[in-house]
């Protein structure tokens, strides 16, 4: 006697995120049309933890033994919440900043085992089609097909977008952590190790990383250029409370923000202490991690610029966790 597939499951999806890990419960329906979807939110949790900007202090090419102790933890306590909130099943994945630490790999691996967890390294491709799968669950009103997502974090960005049954992608390894370093060592002249901080910027330092980020970004592929001059097209930001894109949105007052907006948030935060940063109302970025934000918004102008796009939405969401409890590959 055949018994029939299991429709509905309790999911646990952690993303091992280059600025932070994150959970989400949620219960998920198997034998939705095109891939798993989300029924339910259970529960949802964060804890910043700059891991990629601990990779670029180490001067190694590797995470150190704090940050990595740090993780095992944050791992174990997301693990115990994901079994309070009655998942059934539990999977991770790690991004950018574990594909170029020497050692991410192996300590990926060692918690696996340890805490018995599903989790691994994803590859660049695979990131996209996360991103781009939250994406699409942020915003039922659009169809898929006219959605471009861009998805940016501590050690890269991608952007992905789906038309005539093709998955286009195009992913960067800069990310914020590479922005707030280039700043410090390449434009400041300090060591990143030692100087928590580059606050406060000048414009003209701000104009100078503008450079660099451009250079290292290099030329956008086609199909993207042709793609945001399309009509109908959105172009979604996707990202959590210390997001480029939520930064841009709470400095700007709105949820669709043109190259000029962000330029101009830009020159009014440019000279600002830490301490003027942490006092910002209704900018959690700010209050959280002012060392990064003038390279976070940079980054983001940067990125614009040099795809000369008009305007970006933001959409609200915790890291990938939406798009890693719809992708099946991730549980198989």
């Given at each position: 006697?055949?018994?029939?597939?299991?429709?509905?499951?309790?999911?646990?999806?952690?993303?091992?995120?280059?600025?932070?890990?994150?959970?989400?419960?949620?219960?998920?329906?198997?034998?939705?049309?095109?891939?798993?979807?989300?029924?339910?939110?259970?529960?949802?949790?964060?804890?910043?933890?700059?891991?990629?900007?601990?990779?670029?202090?180490?001067?190694?090419?590797?995470?150190?033994?704090?940050?990595?102790?740090?993780l095992g933890q944050v791992l174990a306590d997301l693990k115990h919440a994901a079994a309070q909130h009655g998942a059934e099943q539990v999977a991770g994945v790690a991004t950018?900043?574990?594909?170029?630490?020497?050692?991410?790999?192996?300590?990926?691996?060692?918690?696996?085992?340890?805490?018995?967890?599903?989790?691994?390294?994803?590859?660049?491709?695979?990131?996209?089609?996360?991103?781009?799968?939250?994406?699409?669950?942020?915003?039922?009103?659009?169809?898929?097909?006219?959605?471009?997502?861009?998805?940016?974090?501590?050690?890269?960005?991608?952007?992905?977008?789906?038309?005539?049954?093709?998955?286009?992608?195009?992913h960067c390894p800069v990310g914020s952590a590479i922005a707030t370093s280039t700043l410090v060592t390449q434009i400041q002249g300090s060591h990143f190790r030692h100087k928590?901080?580059?606050?406060?910027?000048?414009?003209?330092?701000?104009?100078?990383?503008?450079?660099?980020?451009?250079?290292?970004?290099?030329?956008?592929?086609?199909?993207?250029?042709?793609?945001?001059?399309?009509?109908?097209?959105?172009?979604?930001?996707?990202?959590?409370?210390?997001?480029?894109?939520?930064?841009?949105?709470?400095?700007?007052?709105?949820?669709?923000?043109?190259?000029?907006?962000?330029?101009?948030?830009?020159?009014?935060?440019?000279?600002?202490?830490?301490?003027?940063?942490?006092?910002?109302?209704?900018?959690?970025?700010?209050?959280?991690?002012?060392?990064?934000?003038?390279?976070?918004?940079?980054?983001?102008?940067?990125?614009?610029?040099?795809?000369?796009?008009?305007?970006?939405?933001?959409?609200?969401?915790?890291?990938?966790?939406?798009?890693?409890?719809?992708?099946?590959?991730?549980?198989?």
């Amino acid at each position: 006697d055949k018994r029939a597939p299991q429709r509905f499951v309790t999911r646990a999806a952690i993303d091992v995120g280059s600025a932070a890990c994150k959970l989400q419960v949620a219960e998920v329906d198997l034998l939705a049309e095109g891939s798993p979807a989300i029924v339910r939110v259970v529960h949802e949790e964060k804890v910043n933890l700059l891991l990629a900007e601990d990779l670029e202090k180490s001067g190694t090419g590797e995470f150190s033994d704090e940050a990595m102790e740090e993780l095992g933890q944050v791992l174990a306590d997301l693990k115990h919440a994901a079994a309070q909130h009655g998942a059934e099943q539990v999977a991770g994945v790690a991004t950018a900043a574990f594909r170029k630490a020497r050692n991410g790999f192996k300590h990926l691996a060692e918690m696996s085992r340890e805490l018995g967890m599903k989790l691994r390294v994803v590859d660049a491709q695979t990131e996209c089609v996360l991103g781009f799968l939250t994406g699409t669950s942020l915003r039922k009103d659009v169809k898929p097909c006219d959605l471009v997502v861009w998805d940016s974090g501590g050690g890269s960005f991608q952007i992905s977008s789906r038309f005539g049954g093709t998955m286009e992608t195009w992913h960067c390894p800069v990310g914020s952590a590479i922005a707030t370093s280039t700043l410090v060592t390449q434009i400041q002249g300090s060591h990143f190790r030692h100087k928590a901080s580059p606050n406060p910027v000048s414009v003209a330092q701000a104009q100078s990383l503008t450079k660099s980020l451009l250079e290292m970004i290099g030329t956008p592929p086609l199909w993207l250029f042709l793609r945001l001059r399309e009509p109908g097209i959105t172009m979604l930001g996707i990202g959590g409370d210390t997001s480029i894109f939520r930064l841009a949105s709470e400095l700007t007052g709105k949820n669709r923000f043109s190259r000029t907006d962000v330029l101009d948030s830009l020159e009014q935060l440019c000279g600002k202490t830490d301490l003027e940063l942490r006092l910002m109302e209704d900018v959690q970025a700010a209050q959280q991690q002012p060392h990064n934000v003038i390279p976070k918004l940079v980054l983001l102008f940067s990125v614009m610029e040099a795809l000369k796009c008009d305007a970006v939405t933001y959409g609200a969401c915790n890291g990938n966790t939406a798009g890693v409890l719809m992708h099946q590959e991730v549980w198989d």
